[in-house]
Protein backbone atom coordinates (compact mmCIF):
# COMPACT_ATOMS: atom_id res chain seq x y z
CA UNK A 1 0.00 0.00 0.00
CA UNK A 2 2.10 5.36 0.21
CA UNK A 3 5.33 7.65 2.51
CA UNK A 4 2.44 8.99 4.74
CA UNK A 5 2.76 8.42 8.54
CA UNK A 6 5.47 5.19 7.44
CA UNK A 7 8.32 7.52 7.31
CA UNK A 8 7.50 10.25 9.11
CA UNK A 9 6.69 7.60 11.93
CA UNK A 10 9.81 5.43 11.17
CA UNK A 11 12.11 8.47 11.79
CA UNK A 12 10.77 9.87 14.63
CA UNK A 13 11.17 6.74 16.18
CA UNK A 14 8.77 4.83 18.98
CA UNK A 15 8.61 8.09 21.47
CA UNK A 16 6.73 9.85 19.33
CA UNK A 17 5.07 6.77 17.73
CA UNK A 18 3.69 5.80 20.94
CA UNK A 19 2.85 9.52 22.06
CA UNK A 20 0.37 9.84 19.47
CA UNK A 21 0.09 12.00 16.51
CA UNK A 22 3.08 12.93 13.93
CA UNK A 23 3.43 15.20 10.88
CA UNK A 24 2.17 13.56 7.89
CA UNK A 25 4.58 13.10 4.70
CA UNK A 26 3.31 12.11 1.65
CA UNK A 27 3.69 8.39 -0.39
CA UNK A 28 3.00 6.57 -2.70
CA UNK A 29 -0.25 4.59 -2.89
CA UNK A 30 -1.47 1.41 -4.38
CA UNK A 31 -1.98 1.41 -7.67
CA UNK A 32 -3.66 -1.38 -9.91
CA UNK A 33 -4.12 -1.16 -13.71
CA UNK A 34 -7.45 -3.08 -13.67
CA UNK A 35 -9.98 -4.40 -11.06
CA UNK A 36 -7.49 -7.62 -10.52
CA UNK A 37 -4.35 -5.71 -9.33
CA UNK A 38 -1.46 -5.33 -11.95
CA UNK A 39 1.84 -7.03 -10.55
CA UNK A 40 5.04 -5.32 -11.94
CA UNK A 41 6.87 -7.85 -13.96
CA UNK A 42 10.47 -5.65 -15.17
CA UNK A 43 11.84 -8.94 -16.85
CA UNK A 44 8.86 -9.89 -18.58
CA UNK A 45 9.00 -13.57 -17.40
CA UNK A 46 5.84 -14.27 -15.91
CA UNK A 47 7.02 -13.83 -12.14
CA UNK A 48 5.82 -10.88 -10.23
CA UNK A 49 8.95 -8.61 -9.18
CA UNK A 50 9.33 -6.32 -6.21
CA UNK A 51 10.76 -2.75 -5.88
CA UNK A 52 10.99 -1.19 -3.14
CA UNK A 53 12.93 2.37 -1.39
CA UNK A 54 15.95 2.52 0.55
CA UNK A 55 15.61 6.25 0.69
CA UNK A 56 17.66 7.14 3.92
CA UNK A 57 20.11 5.28 2.13
CA UNK A 58 23.70 6.92 2.43
CA UNK A 59 25.65 6.78 -1.01
CA UNK A 60 29.20 7.53 -1.92
CA UNK A 61 28.98 9.30 1.59
CA UNK A 62 26.03 11.32 1.30
CA UNK A 63 23.34 11.10 3.86
CA UNK A 64 19.83 10.06 2.86
CA UNK A 65 21.00 9.94 -0.97
CA UNK A 66 18.65 7.49 -1.47
CA UNK A 67 18.49 3.78 -3.20
CA UNK A 68 16.01 1.94 -4.77
CA UNK A 69 16.16 -2.20 -5.01
CA UNK A 70 14.65 -4.28 -7.39
CA UNK A 71 14.41 -8.05 -6.36
CA UNK A 72 13.21 -10.41 -9.11
CA UNK A 73 10.84 -12.77 -9.17
CA UNK A 74 12.07 -16.56 -9.26
CA UNK A 75 10.73 -20.74 -8.70
CA UNK A 76 11.24 -20.00 -4.94
CA UNK A 77 10.37 -16.32 -4.57
CA UNK A 78 12.29 -13.02 -4.23
CA UNK A 79 16.31 -12.71 -2.67
CA UNK A 80 19.56 -10.10 -2.60
CA UNK A 81 20.95 -13.18 -5.33
CA UNK A 82 18.53 -11.60 -8.33
CA UNK A 83 18.47 -8.29 -7.84
CA UNK A 84 20.02 -4.57 -9.10
CA UNK A 85 19.91 -1.99 -6.41
CA UNK A 86 20.40 1.90 -7.66
CA UNK A 87 21.03 5.28 -7.10
CA UNK A 88 21.39 8.28 -8.68
CA UNK A 89 25.09 7.34 -9.35
CA UNK A 90 24.37 4.54 -11.19
CA UNK A 91 25.23 4.50 -14.85
CA UNK A 92 21.77 5.01 -16.56
CA UNK A 93 19.83 7.22 -14.02
CA UNK A 94 19.21 10.71 -14.04
CA UNK A 95 20.70 12.78 -11.69
CA UNK A 96 23.58 12.71 -9.05
CA UNK A 97 23.21 11.60 -5.87
CA UNK A 98 23.53 14.48 -2.95
CA UNK A 99 22.63 14.68 0.39
CA UNK A 100 19.24 14.61 1.47
CA UNK A 101 17.53 13.73 -1.85
CA UNK A 102 15.53 10.68 -0.88
CA UNK A 103 16.10 8.96 -4.44
CA UNK A 104 13.39 5.97 -4.33
CA UNK A 105 10.88 8.39 -2.19
CA UNK A 106 8.06 6.92 -4.07
CA UNK A 107 7.56 4.73 -7.33
CA UNK A 108 4.98 3.29 -9.41
CA UNK A 109 5.31 0.99 -12.27
CA UNK A 110 3.29 0.45 -15.83
CA UNK A 111 4.65 -0.52 -19.21
CA UNK A 112 4.99 3.25 -20.01
CA UNK A 113 6.97 2.64 -23.40
CA UNK A 114 4.33 -0.28 -25.16
CA UNK A 115 7.54 -2.95 -25.22
CA UNK A 116 5.66 -5.70 -23.30
CA UNK A 117 8.33 -5.12 -19.92
CA UNK A 118 7.33 -3.08 -17.06
CA UNK A 119 9.23 0.33 -16.49
CA UNK A 120 9.59 2.67 -13.04
CA UNK A 121 8.63 5.73 -12.24
CA UNK A 122 10.38 6.92 -9.15
CA UNK A 123 11.11 10.37 -7.57
CA UNK A 124 13.65 12.17 -5.31
CA UNK A 125 11.33 14.48 -4.05
CA UNK A 126 13.42 16.69 -2.06
CA UNK A 127 15.87 16.69 -4.51
CA UNK A 128 17.46 20.41 -4.57
CA UNK A 129 16.72 21.55 -8.65
CA UNK A 130 18.54 24.44 -9.83
CA UNK A 131 18.45 26.15 -6.84
CA UNK A 132 15.23 25.68 -5.59
CA UNK A 133 14.96 23.64 -2.36
CA UNK A 134 13.49 20.28 -2.61
CA UNK A 135 12.09 20.91 -5.84
CA UNK A 136 11.75 17.23 -6.66
CA UNK A 137 12.77 14.98 -9.37
CA UNK A 138 10.98 12.32 -11.35
CA UNK A 139 12.96 9.83 -13.57
CA UNK A 140 11.26 7.06 -15.55
CA UNK A 141 13.61 3.78 -15.46
CA UNK A 142 13.11 1.38 -18.28
CA UNK A 143 12.37 -2.36 -17.93
CA UNK A 144 13.50 -5.30 -20.24
CA UNK A 145 14.64 -8.17 -20.87
CA UNK A 146 17.61 -7.65 -17.49
CA UNK A 147 15.25 -6.29 -15.68
CA UNK A 148 15.56 -2.18 -13.95
CA UNK A 149 19.20 -1.92 -15.00
CA UNK A 150 19.54 1.82 -14.68
CA UNK A 151 18.35 3.31 -18.42
CA UNK A 152 16.18 6.17 -17.63
CA UNK A 153 14.46 9.41 -18.61
CA UNK A 154 13.47 12.64 -16.76
CA UNK A 155 10.03 13.66 -15.96
CA UNK A 156 10.30 17.44 -16.39
CA UNK A 157 8.71 19.49 -13.20
CA UNK A 158 6.10 21.95 -15.68
CA UNK A 159 5.22 23.74 -12.85
CA UNK A 160 8.40 24.37 -10.82
CA UNK A 161 8.03 27.17 -9.12
CA UNK A 162 4.11 26.46 -7.92
CA UNK A 163 5.34 23.69 -5.98
CA UNK A 164 7.91 21.75 -4.21
CA UNK A 165 8.44 17.61 -4.14
CA UNK A 166 7.98 17.06 -7.22
CA UNK A 167 7.49 13.27 -7.20
CA UNK A 168 6.11 13.01 -3.65
CA UNK A 169 3.47 11.05 -4.57
CA UNK A 170 3.52 8.94 -8.33
CA UNK A 171 0.59 6.72 -9.61
CA UNK A 172 0.06 4.75 -13.21
CA UNK A 173 -3.18 3.67 -14.91
CA UNK A 174 -4.71 3.87 -18.30
CA UNK A 175 -7.01 7.35 -17.32
CA UNK A 176 -8.36 7.47 -20.86
CA UNK A 177 -9.12 3.87 -21.54
CA UNK A 178 -6.71 4.37 -25.00
CA UNK A 179 -4.42 1.17 -23.84
CA UNK A 180 -1.76 2.93 -22.84
CA UNK A 181 -0.33 4.10 -19.17
CA UNK A 182 -0.35 7.10 -18.22
CA UNK A 183 1.67 8.69 -15.42
CA UNK A 184 0.27 10.90 -12.38
CA UNK A 185 2.76 12.98 -10.24
CA UNK A 186 1.88 14.85 -7.04
CA UNK A 187 3.69 17.21 -5.10
CA UNK A 188 3.38 19.69 -2.05
CA UNK A 189 0.91 21.52 -4.53
CA UNK A 190 -2.99 20.17 -4.57
CA UNK A 191 -2.75 20.15 -8.35
CA UNK A 192 -2.03 17.05 -9.66
CA UNK A 193 -0.01 16.27 -12.99
CA UNK A 194 -1.04 13.18 -16.17
CA UNK A 195 1.31 12.43 -18.25
CA UNK A 196 -0.28 10.33 -20.95
CA UNK A 197 0.92 7.20 -22.29
CA UNK A 198 2.72 7.15 -25.60
CA UNK A 199 6.02 7.42 -23.92
CA UNK A 200 9.18 7.20 -26.02
CA UNK A 201 12.29 6.16 -24.41
CA UNK A 202 13.34 9.60 -24.95
CA UNK A 203 11.04 10.93 -22.20
CA UNK A 204 8.40 12.36 -24.28
CA UNK A 205 4.52 11.94 -23.29
CA UNK A 206 1.77 11.44 -25.39
CA UNK A 207 0.46 14.67 -23.65
CA UNK A 208 -0.48 16.55 -20.25
CA UNK A 209 -2.99 17.53 -18.27
CA UNK A 210 -3.78 18.52 -14.29
CA UNK A 211 -6.70 17.76 -11.98
CA UNK A 212 -7.54 19.24 -8.93
CA UNK A 213 -9.02 17.40 -6.42
CA UNK A 214 -11.31 19.07 -3.63
CA UNK A 215 -8.51 18.82 -0.83
CA UNK A 216 -7.82 21.95 0.71
CA UNK A 217 -4.36 23.93 0.04
CA UNK A 218 -1.62 24.57 2.36
CA UNK A 219 -1.45 21.22 3.33
CA UNK A 220 1.57 19.85 1.30
CA UNK A 221 -0.51 18.29 -1.49
CA UNK A 222 -2.48 15.03 -1.20
CA UNK A 223 -1.36 12.31 0.86
CA UNK A 224 -1.60 9.31 -1.24
CA UNK A 225 -2.78 8.79 -5.08
CA UNK A 226 -4.39 4.89 -5.76
CA UNK A 227 -5.19 4.40 -9.51
CA UNK A 228 -8.01 1.35 -10.22
CA UNK A 229 -10.63 0.57 -11.77
CA UNK A 230 -13.78 1.10 -10.11
CA UNK A 231 -16.65 1.47 -11.82
CA UNK A 232 -15.94 -1.02 -15.12
CA UNK A 233 -14.61 1.91 -17.64
CA UNK A 234 -10.81 3.70 -17.83
CA UNK A 235 -8.91 3.19 -14.91
CA UNK A 236 -9.82 5.43 -11.54
CA UNK A 237 -7.41 8.04 -9.23
CA UNK A 238 -8.04 7.92 -5.30
CA UNK A 239 -6.87 11.11 -3.63
CA UNK A 240 -6.09 10.78 0.13
CA UNK A 241 -6.02 14.33 1.38
CA UNK A 242 -6.32 16.84 4.21
CA UNK A 243 -9.71 18.09 5.20
CA UNK A 244 -8.65 21.08 6.74
CA UNK A 245 -5.84 23.46 6.74
CA UNK A 246 -4.71 23.42 10.10
CA UNK A 247 -6.09 19.98 11.67
CA UNK A 248 -3.84 17.30 10.60
CA UNK A 249 -6.11 14.67 12.83
CA UNK A 250 -8.45 14.01 9.91
CA UNK A 251 -8.30 13.41 5.95
CA UNK A 252 -10.76 13.87 3.28
CA UNK A 253 -10.47 11.23 0.58
CA UNK A 254 -11.88 11.64 -3.07
CA UNK A 255 -12.41 9.40 -5.75
CA UNK A 256 -11.87 10.73 -9.25
CA UNK A 257 -13.42 8.83 -12.60
CA UNK A 258 -11.47 8.12 -15.82
CA UNK A 259 -13.15 8.96 -18.72
CA UNK A 260 -11.87 8.98 -22.58
CA UNK A 261 -10.79 12.22 -21.90
CA UNK A 262 -8.55 11.13 -18.95
CA UNK A 263 -9.87 12.06 -15.34
CA UNK A 264 -12.53 13.84 -14.23
CA UNK A 265 -12.02 16.07 -12.01
CA UNK A 266 -15.43 17.77 -12.12
CA UNK A 267 -17.30 14.52 -11.26
CA UNK A 268 -15.41 13.71 -8.00
CA UNK A 269 -16.82 12.18 -5.21
CA UNK A 270 -15.83 12.19 -1.28
CA UNK A 271 -15.46 8.51 -0.12
CA UNK A 272 -14.97 7.29 4.04
CA UNK A 273 -11.30 8.66 5.96
CA UNK A 274 -8.36 6.74 5.26
CA UNK A 275 -4.17 7.44 4.83
CA UNK A 276 -3.42 4.80 2.96
CA UNK A 277 -5.76 3.16 -0.13
CA UNK A 278 -5.56 -0.37 -1.90
CA UNK A 279 -7.79 -0.90 -4.92
CA UNK A 280 -8.84 -4.57 -5.95
CA UNK A 281 -11.81 -6.99 -6.98
CA UNK A 282 -12.12 -8.22 -3.67
CA UNK A 283 -15.62 -10.28 -4.82
CA UNK A 284 -15.02 -10.61 -8.35
CA UNK A 285 -18.21 -8.83 -9.89
CA UNK A 286 -16.11 -7.17 -12.25
CA UNK A 287 -15.09 -3.75 -10.35
CA UNK A 288 -12.57 -2.70 -8.11
CA UNK A 289 -13.10 -1.96 -4.44
CA UNK A 290 -11.73 0.68 -2.12
CA UNK A 291 -9.74 -0.36 0.97
CA UNK A 292 -8.78 2.35 3.38
CA UNK A 293 -6.59 2.85 6.10
CA UNK A 294 -7.51 5.26 8.79
CA UNK A 295 -4.64 3.90 10.97
CA UNK A 296 -4.30 6.89 13.34
CA UNK A 297 -7.91 7.85 13.55
CA UNK A 298 -10.57 5.62 13.40
CA UNK A 299 -14.00 7.19 12.95
CA UNK A 300 -17.86 6.22 13.52
CA UNK A 301 -20.59 4.73 11.69
CA UNK A 302 -21.56 8.31 10.23
CA UNK A 303 -17.77 9.06 9.50
CA UNK A 304 -17.49 11.29 12.55
CA UNK A 305 -13.65 11.28 13.70
CA UNK A 306 -12.27 9.71 16.91
CA UNK A 307 -8.89 10.06 18.52
CA UNK A 308 -6.56 7.34 18.04
CA UNK A 309 -5.78 7.40 21.85
CA UNK A 310 -9.49 5.90 21.94
CA UNK A 311 -8.86 2.78 19.73
CA UNK A 312 -6.01 1.38 17.12
CA UNK A 313 -6.78 1.67 13.79
CA UNK A 314 -9.94 1.01 11.39
CA UNK A 315 -9.99 -0.62 7.37
CA UNK A 316 -12.85 0.65 5.71
CA UNK A 317 -14.36 -1.39 2.58
CA UNK A 318 -15.87 0.60 0.26
CA UNK A 319 -17.20 -1.74 -2.69
CA UNK A 320 -17.21 -0.37 -6.46
CA UNK A 321 -20.33 -0.62 -9.05
CA UNK A 322 -20.78 0.83 -12.39
CA UNK A 323 -22.03 3.98 -10.69
CA UNK A 324 -19.16 4.14 -8.94
CA UNK A 325 -17.92 3.52 -5.32
CA UNK A 326 -20.75 2.99 -2.93
CA UNK A 327 -19.71 4.73 -0.01
CA UNK A 328 -23.17 4.83 2.14
CA UNK A 329 -22.83 1.11 2.11
CA UNK A 330 -19.20 0.87 3.28
CA UNK A 331 -18.49 -1.55 5.98
CA UNK A 332 -15.39 -0.53 8.80
CA UNK A 333 -12.95 -2.83 10.33
CA UNK A 334 -11.16 -3.06 12.88
CA UNK A 335 -9.36 -5.67 15.77
CA UNK A 336 -12.39 -5.92 17.74
CA UNK A 337 -14.56 -6.96 14.69
CA UNK A 338 -15.42 -10.78 13.92
CA UNK A 339 -12.28 -13.18 14.64
CA UNK A 340 -9.83 -10.68 13.08
CA UNK A 341 -6.36 -10.77 15.27
CA UNK A 342 -5.97 -8.77 17.77
CA UNK A 343 -7.49 -6.07 20.35
CA UNK A 344 -8.06 -2.52 19.08
CA UNK A 345 -5.49 -0.80 21.61
CA UNK A 346 -4.73 3.08 21.10
CA UNK A 347 -1.53 3.75 18.62
CA UNK A 348 -1.96 -0.27 17.03
CA UNK A 349 -1.83 1.43 13.64
CA UNK A 350 -4.11 -1.15 12.50
CA UNK A 351 -3.99 -0.09 8.83
CA UNK A 352 -1.00 1.38 8.02
CA UNK A 353 -0.70 -0.81 5.29
CA UNK A 354 -2.91 -2.52 3.11
CA UNK A 355 -2.59 -4.71 0.07
CA UNK A 356 -4.65 -6.55 -2.10
CA UNK A 357 -3.58 -9.71 -4.01
CA UNK A 358 -4.93 -13.43 -4.72
CA UNK A 359 -3.44 -15.77 -2.11
CA UNK A 360 -5.34 -19.23 -2.80
CA UNK A 361 -5.85 -18.83 -6.81
CA UNK A 362 -9.46 -18.41 -6.13
CA UNK A 363 -10.13 -14.95 -8.15
CA UNK A 364 -11.70 -13.44 -4.92
CA UNK A 365 -9.09 -10.58 -3.60
CA UNK A 366 -7.48 -11.51 -0.24
CA UNK A 367 -6.21 -8.60 1.94
CA UNK A 368 -2.91 -8.01 3.91
CA UNK A 369 -2.99 -5.53 6.59
CA UNK A 370 0.04 -3.63 8.68
CA UNK A 371 -0.07 -3.06 12.10
CA UNK A 372 3.05 -1.11 12.82
CA UNK A 373 2.26 0.32 15.82
CA UNK A 374 0.98 -3.49 17.21
CA UNK A 375 3.01 -3.69 21.08
CA UNK A 376 3.09 -7.84 22.02
CA UNK A 377 4.71 -8.83 25.13
CA UNK A 378 7.35 -6.48 26.26
CA UNK A 379 7.83 -5.73 22.89
CA UNK A 380 6.65 -2.50 21.91
CA UNK A 381 5.82 -0.86 18.73
CA UNK A 382 7.00 -4.18 17.11
CA UNK A 383 4.35 -4.67 14.63
CA UNK A 384 2.80 -7.71 13.44
CA UNK A 385 0.15 -8.13 9.93
CA UNK A 386 -3.18 -9.37 8.93
CA UNK A 387 -4.61 -11.44 6.51
CA UNK A 388 -8.20 -11.59 5.16
CA UNK A 389 -9.37 -13.76 2.33
CA UNK A 390 -12.43 -12.74 0.13
CA UNK A 391 -15.05 -14.80 -0.68
CA UNK A 392 -18.30 -13.66 -3.03
CA UNK A 393 -19.73 -11.59 -0.27
CA UNK A 394 -16.52 -9.68 0.45
CA UNK A 395 -13.86 -10.34 3.11
CA UNK A 396 -13.87 -12.87 5.64
CA UNK A 397 -13.33 -11.39 8.99
CA UNK A 398 -15.46 -14.24 11.09
CA UNK A 399 -12.94 -17.76 9.67
CA UNK A 400 -9.51 -18.02 8.01
CA UNK A 401 -7.78 -15.02 9.43
CA UNK A 402 -4.00 -15.02 10.03
CA UNK A 403 -1.72 -12.93 11.75
CA UNK A 404 2.13 -12.85 11.82
CA UNK A 405 4.85 -11.17 13.90
CA UNK A 406 8.40 -12.23 14.18
CA UNK A 407 7.70 -14.55 16.89
CA UNK A 408 5.85 -16.81 14.98
CA UNK A 409 6.71 -20.24 14.02
CA UNK A 410 8.92 -19.99 10.73
CA UNK A 411 9.55 -16.39 10.47
CA UNK A 412 13.06 -15.03 10.86
CA UNK A 413 13.94 -12.88 13.17
CA UNK A 414 12.47 -11.71 16.70
CA UNK A 415 10.13 -9.20 18.53
CA UNK A 416 12.05 -6.16 19.51
CA UNK A 417 10.96 -2.64 20.18
CA UNK A 418 10.37 -0.30 17.43
CA UNK A 419 10.71 -2.81 14.47
CA UNK A 420 7.21 -1.92 12.96
CA UNK A 421 7.30 -4.95 10.79
CA UNK A 422 4.23 -3.88 8.28
CA UNK A 423 5.22 -0.46 7.99
CA UNK A 424 5.10 -1.71 4.28
CA UNK A 425 4.11 -4.84 2.37
CA UNK A 426 3.17 -6.42 -0.82
CA UNK A 427 0.92 -9.31 -2.19
CA UNK A 428 2.88 -10.21 -5.53
CA UNK A 429 2.66 -13.73 -6.82
CA UNK A 430 6.72 -13.49 -7.09
CA UNK A 431 6.94 -17.44 -7.84
CA UNK A 432 4.95 -17.57 -10.36
CA UNK A 433 2.44 -20.56 -9.07
CA UNK A 434 -0.43 -18.27 -9.80
CA UNK A 435 -0.70 -17.62 -5.46
CA UNK A 436 0.41 -13.98 -4.88
CA UNK A 437 3.06 -14.42 -1.95
CA UNK A 438 3.34 -11.85 0.72
CA UNK A 439 6.21 -9.45 0.72
CA UNK A 440 6.81 -7.33 4.53
CA UNK A 441 8.59 -4.61 5.14
CA UNK A 442 9.80 -3.30 8.87
CA UNK A 443 12.43 -0.87 10.38
CA UNK A 444 14.29 -3.90 12.28
CA UNK A 445 17.42 -2.98 13.65
CA UNK A 446 16.64 0.70 14.61
CA UNK A 447 15.90 2.12 11.06
CA UNK A 448 18.36 -0.76 8.74
CA UNK A 449 15.02 -2.09 7.66
CA UNK A 450 14.38 -5.66 5.98
CA UNK A 451 12.30 -7.44 3.46
CA UNK A 452 10.35 -10.42 4.82
CA UNK A 453 9.03 -12.68 2.06
CA UNK A 454 6.34 -15.42 3.37
CA UNK A 455 5.57 -17.51 0.48
CA UNK A 456 1.77 -18.88 -0.41
CA UNK A 457 0.63 -22.23 -0.40
CA UNK A 458 -2.97 -21.73 -0.71
CA UNK A 459 -2.41 -19.38 2.74
CA UNK A 460 0.90 -17.59 3.32
CA UNK A 461 3.17 -19.98 4.92
CA UNK A 462 6.04 -19.84 7.17
CA UNK A 463 7.72 -22.80 5.27
CA UNK A 464 9.94 -21.01 3.16
CA UNK A 465 10.59 -17.84 4.95
CA UNK A 466 12.87 -15.39 4.65
CA UNK A 467 14.25 -12.29 5.32
CA UNK A 468 16.06 -10.07 2.42
CA UNK A 469 18.76 -7.41 4.54
CA UNK A 470 20.00 -4.44 3.31
CA UNK A 471 23.85 -5.61 4.12
CA UNK A 472 23.20 -8.58 1.48
CA UNK A 473 21.89 -5.86 -1.11
CA UNK A 474 24.41 -3.40 -1.70
CA UNK A 475 22.59 -0.99 0.99
CA UNK A 476 25.00 0.69 3.53
CA UNK A 477 23.30 0.60 6.91
CA UNK A 478 25.25 3.95 7.89
CA UNK A 479 22.44 5.88 9.77
CA UNK A 480 18.88 4.69 8.82
CA UNK A 481 18.24 3.83 5.45
CA UNK A 482 14.72 2.47 6.03
CA UNK A 483 15.19 -0.50 3.18
CA UNK A 484 11.52 -2.05 2.72
CA UNK A 485 10.08 1.32 3.80
CA UNK A 486 8.20 2.26 0.45
CA UNK A 487 7.25 -0.34 -2.12
CA UNK A 488 6.39 0.51 -5.89
CA UNK A 489 2.74 0.03 -6.27
Do not use: C
Not at 59 to 70: H, N, P, T, Y
Not at 120 to 145: C, N, Q, R, Y
Amino acid sequence: MHQHLRLALATATAAALTGGLLTFATAPAVAADSTRVAQADFNNDGKGDVAFSAQGAHVSGKEAAGQLVVLYGTSSGVSSAKRHTLSQNSTGVPGTAETGDEFGGDSAYADFNGDGYDDLAVSAPTEDVDGDTDGGTVAILWGSAAGITGKGVTVTDPARSSHDQWGDELAAGDFDGDGKADLAVGSSGTAIHVFKGGFTTSGTSGGRYTVTPPIMSGTGGPMNLTAGDIDGGPTDLIVDGFETETDYGWNRNFFIPGSASGLDDSAATSLKPGVITAVGDIDNDGYGDIVSGAYWNSTTEDGTPVPDSANGGKVWVTYGSASGPLTSEATGITQNTGNVPGTSEGNDFFGYELDLGDINGDDYLDLAIGVAGENIGEAVNTGSVTVLYGTANGLNTTSGTQSFSQDTAGVPGGNEDDDMLGMDLKLDDVTGDGKADLIVGSAENAGNGAVLHLPSNGRITTTGARTVSPSTSGVSTTGTPFFGANFAD
